[in-house]
């Protein structure tokens, strides 16, 4: 785990434990052993903390947040207290990255050398905590309270020369030479200076940068962004200790703050999705010996929307891109866009004029599928039809070389029967972006029946290339994503005829921390687009007359959303407005299907929102459409602006209890009358868990696969 060495009066602590020299337990025990022997030493005269792996410290080890090993002596305040107090010069030397209390372990050393390429921050916040290792008191001292607060709450690295710039860094080493050989020099050179030892205690942080409302402005400027957010006020309160308590007294408050935030729910949460983005490349059936098929262009069928935001996700990724469409007229059109998003990016100094040459210069439009033969991996996203589908997909069986990956974007078609339209199933699978597609980050990967193991891990390595979360799911009706979306969209709709406004169904929703609302939601998204896909299965829907009945009406008076200026509110520019027009329809609608209005309370619209969703992903998982509950928690987070510090819907299932959602639906089940039957039936998966303390993901049958 360490490397030690005495080079003539320096002794060097090399950490050693990949894959990212996590601080556990053993780590900071070896720590304090090698840091002992040092101090005993007299030969040595500085000590030297460097890394052997390609990173100098990813910070600690967040297995000990669930097992609470982290507390064990020595914790890691204790380690970085012992380095900090270390009557000996110390110096680290930082490659790579150093994060979290990586970072914070170079605070307790006198001096700092970097090398070029070398990026530090303190990413806590994204896990709901704060530094809690002494990096709120120690970084104001060393860099200044504004890039301390600026790192602290955002959470983003900064690059060595900022650290430079700020005094966080001494000396930044330019590429190519030696980290280790050049920290050995610094330190002779600190010994022959005779350079005094820095402790943090003797240094008082630098208020001249800063106005007496300095941390009010800061809430103030935050706030917006950080609504119902427990993390970034302990944050600001753990910054201004620096400058209100003694050193030592601050170290200490941290310490209990530290722990305080760890028992909440939104760390919880976070640390949920932590770990659930790293469970969900573990596939069934796929393994470290499934072999990876080599990928380098990529064709993409239809450039509309989400075409020409795929091809985007490729091109950035490097990938050569073959664009395929029906007539030269929508090709030209698709293209056109694609060279509008490059020059909008070149103006907005996203990237330079190069870049987006070189982008551009990948991809190339066809009419001709003979033109695809080549490509590694084709994604289709035509229409939504099925008869299209199967069109497109006998071409491509008929031209794409052995060993092409076959990919639909489809967001609701049966993928078997897609890959029926080929003589080649193992070769299809589902890759649905979501909109826009080269921005939002999920990618639902959808497994056929007779999908090849090793199909689903190239485009998982895919998936990463283009920077996109991959999240494996099984073949059902809108699969994870959308199928849970369905009841949730369906009570927002119907809370409506019941008597909620518009605003209030969404302010609920936004206020329990959803990105949008789902009725503002639904006029971005086109309710033309929802329309469609309710008239491909009305057959499933049509025992209840009331189902999105609003929604229908909009859609034939025309109001298609935000598109046509009109949808469930009105827009003027960019700003949504109410309809009184709307309210009409409503109380119209809820006359015709025997409705009776009241008064609502935002609980209720919670609730009924919220628990059929949560009674949906329970049912997934019965059916085995997701491997894991996290599975469709990440699912929700990073594709349908769930609220992450509220770690997915079935996490926040987790937190009030299966029981609560049990009782909830039914209640709903027996109060809503016909309604209430209708549509809130429990799962029988939450019922059985209900009550038992089981969490959905211990319980999730996997025999299917
Ligand atoms: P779109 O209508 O914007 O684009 C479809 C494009 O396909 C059009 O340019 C059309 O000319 C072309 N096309 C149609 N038939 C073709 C054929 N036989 N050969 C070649 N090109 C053909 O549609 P959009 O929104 O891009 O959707 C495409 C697919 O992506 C659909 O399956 C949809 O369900 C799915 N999807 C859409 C999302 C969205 O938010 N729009 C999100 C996720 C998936």
């Known amino acids: 785990m360490i490397h030690y060495q005495i080079i003539d009066d320096v002794a060097v602590i090399i950490m050693n434990s990949a894959p990212v020299n996590a601080l556990g337990l053993a780590m900071r025990r070896s720590l304090i052993d ?24 990813g910070g600690a080890d967040i297995k000990e947040f669930k097992t609470g090993q982290l507390f064990d002596t020595p914790s890691l305040p204790g380690v970085i207290d012992a380095f900090e107090n270390t009557p000996k010069l110390t110096l680290a030397a930082i490659n790579g990255t150093a994060m979290g209390g990586g970072l914070e372990l170079t605070l307790g050393c006198d001096y700092r050398i970097a090398q070029a390429s070398a990026k530090m921050g303190l990413p806590e916040i994204k896990l709901g905590l704060f530094p809690g290792a002494g990096g709120t008191q120690r970084l104001p001292r060393i860099a200044g309270l504004p890039q301390a607060l600026d790192m602290v709450l955002s959470g983003n690295p900064i690059s060595a020369q900022q650290a430079l710039d700020s005094g966080l860094v001494d000396r ?4 190519g030479a030696g980290l280790l050989g050049a920290a050995m020099d610094y330190a002779r050179e600190l010994i022959a200076n005779n350079a005094p030892l820095r402790n943090c205690a003797d240094i008082a942080v630098d208020q001249s940068e800063t106005n007496p409302d300095y941390f009010e402005q800061t809430r103030n400027k935050i706030a917006p962004k950080t609504v119902g957010q427990v993390a970034p006020e302990i944050c600001i309160q753990s910054l201004q200790r ?34 659930a983005e790293r469970e969900a490349q573990k596939i069934p059936g796929v393994s470290r010996d499934t072999p990876v098929r080599e990928l380098t262009s990529v064709a993409v069928i239809g450039a509309g929307t989400m075409g020409i935001g795929i091809a985007i996700a490729c091109l950035d990724a490097g990938f050569k891109v073959t664009m395929l469409e029906m007539s030269a007229e929508a090709l030209d059109r698709g293209l056109g866009n694609l060279q509008k998003h490059y020059a909008r990016m070149v103006e907005k100094g996203r990237i330079d004029e190069s870049r987006a040459q070189q982008c551009k210069s990948a991809v190339s439009g066809t009419l001709d599928y003979t033109d695809l033969g080549d490509a590694d991996l084709v994604i289709e996203a035509v229409f939504e039809d099925l008869a299209i589908k199967k069109v497109v997909f006998e071409q491509l069986d008929r031209v794409c070389k052995p060993g092409a990956i076959l990919a639909s974007n489809t967001s609701t078609l049966d993928l078997n029967a897609i890959a029926g339209f080929t003589n080649r199933p193992a070769d299809v699978i589902g890759l649905h972006f979501f909109s826009p597609a080269n921005i939002m980050r999920l990618l639902e990967v959808v497994r056929g029946e007779k999908t090849g193991a090793d199909v689903i891990k190239t485009t998982l390595v ?17 699969f994870v994503g959308n199928r849970m979306l369905e009841p949730y969209f369906r009570e927002g709709s119907r809370l409506l005829l019941e008597g909620a406004s518009l605003e209030q169904v969404d302010n609920v929703l936004t206020g329990f921390g959803m990105a949008m609302g789902i009725i503002s939601v639904s006029d971005l998204a086109g309710i033309d687009v929802s329309y469609r896909v309710r008239e491909s299965r009305r057959n499933a829907i049509s025992h209840d007359p009331t189902y999105q009945a609003i929604q229908d009406r909009l859609f034939e008076l025309g109001r298609y959303g935000q598109k046509t200026g009109r949808g ?21 609608l809820a006359a015709e299907h025997g409705i009776e209005r009241r008064q609502i309370s ?67 089940r027996k109060a809503l009358g016909e309604y209430g039957e209708m549509w809130f039936k429990p799962a029988p998966l939450l019922e059985k868990l209900a009550g038992n303390g089981t969490k959905p993901d211990e319980c999730i049958p996997r025999s299917n696969h």
Request: aromatic fraction near 10%; hydrophobic fraction near 40%.
């Open 34 to 57: 090698h840091l002992k022997r040092a101090i005993d030493d007299d030969q040595v005269k500085a000590i030297v903390i460097a890394s052997d792996l390609p990173l100098f410290c």
């Open 172 to 175: 930044v080493l330019n590429e």
């Open 242 to 275: 620096s400058i209100t308590m003694p050193f030592a007294d601050a170290l200490a408050a941290d310490v209990k703050a530290f722990d305080d935030l760890l028992q909440t729910p939104q760390a919880r949460a976070l640390i949920h999705l932590f770990f």
């Open 462 to 478: 895919f998936g990463k290339r283009v920077r996109k979360l991959p999240v494996v799911v099984g073949v059902c009706y809108g």
């Open 568 to 588: 469930s509110y009105f827009y003027e520019g960019r700003e949504k407005k109410n309809d009184p027009e709307v309210i009409t329809l409503c109380e119209q």
């Open 602 to 668: 935002d609980q209720e619209i919670l609730e009924r929102c919220l628990y059929p969703l949560i009674n949906e992903g329970m049912q997934i998982l019965d059916e085995d459409i997701a491997y894991r509950s996290g599975d469709c928690d990440l699912i929700w987070v990073n594709g349908y602006g769930f609220p992450a510090w509220r770690g997915g819907p079935l996490q926040y299932a987790d937190e009030i209890g299966l029981d609560t959602v049990l009782t909830g639906m039914n209640h709903y």
